[in-house]
């Protein structure tokens, strides 16, 4: 049941019919509980209120499938805008982008140089850049477009992804620059990626903990308590210095927790905010299936609890989700 569900939510993050579809819908589906905003006048206020309990954050302004120049530009000038807000509020955040927002599918050469305006500016600022991690297909490419900008500016960095078989030599290749730890959001193949949850935790431990005992910054990006536990003890028993690492969990998740580990160690909320907000929210979905009673309430409910009157638009909008996930299995 829980491969199912998986499947089926990540199949509709790849959709790009949907995700172009959603921009126009505004937030659908309970996506507000894990998007800190539309527009950078709202999540700032989102970014002031964490702040405030000891927080940091990184923001992403969510975007996929960006195939015109055009697009890319847009979202580059929405990032240099979101570093100067950081650098005007002095603000206590950094900046995660995505190299395929970027234009990484239109040219390589022309995302590298959208990657160095942003870095050249976040350098003036003092503000540190994570290059996110998505699917497979585009894995290599951000490896060695990374390895490009290294050449020039060290306020970057990227994310090692646990579920990869490949995680630990990459890791250990950029041993000596800032990484976040995730498990994996991505619908992978066995060849190139462990598929039991056990294998990846397995692998997950391993590779915090060897960082832990390097010299480089580290981000524990993870919701699970289990691991979260384990590494805490790993840690005191190894006497590693808190100036080493942060926790780092999504926005809206696990609030209680993020509250807790605060107190104790650094701390930063990873940040999404934009219209562009479905694929991110579908992937979600997916490590987490349980959320789909957000949908119900959304498409049923008000937010007063009573049942809608006209529930059939949106009503019929979840079903045609169900049919184009049922419509795109039968084509593999």
Known sequence: MVNWTRDFFICLSNSKFLNKSAQKWGF?????????GTDIGSVTRTIKEMNARGISCTVD????FVSEKTEAESAKRQILNMLDKIREEKL????????????????????????????????????????????????????????????????????IQAYLRCAEDVMDELKDIRLRIVKGAYKESEAVAFQTKAEID????????????GDAYTSIATHDHNIIRALEDFIRENNISHEKFEFQMLYGFRQEMQYELAEKYHFTTY?????????????????????????????????????KKEPLLTGALAVSLLLLWRKSGKKK
């Open 61 to 64: 302004n969510l975007g996929e």
């Open 92 to 159: 206590d955040c950094h900046v995660s982008v995505k190299l395929t927002q970027l234009g990484l599918d239109i040219s390589r050469e022309f995302c590298i140089q959208n990657m160095l305006e942003i870095l050249a500016r976040a350098e003036h600022y003092g503000i540190f850049i994570n290059v996110d991690m998505e699917d497979y297909a585009h894995f290599q490419a951000t490896i060695d477009v990374l390895k490009i900008l290294l050449q020039n500016y060290g306020n970057v960095g990227t994310v």
């Open 28 to 36: 659908r589906f309970g996506a507000e509980k894990f998007v800190a």
């Open 271 to 307: 940040m999404p905010f934009g219209n562009d907000w479905f694929g991110y929210y579908m992937r979600r979905l997916a490590e987490r299936p349980q959320n789909i009673n957000l949908i119900v309430k959304d498409v049923f409910y008000t937010k007063d609890h009573k049942l």
């Open 202 to 213: 397995r692998n997950y431990l391993k590779l915090a903990k060897k960082r832990l005992l």
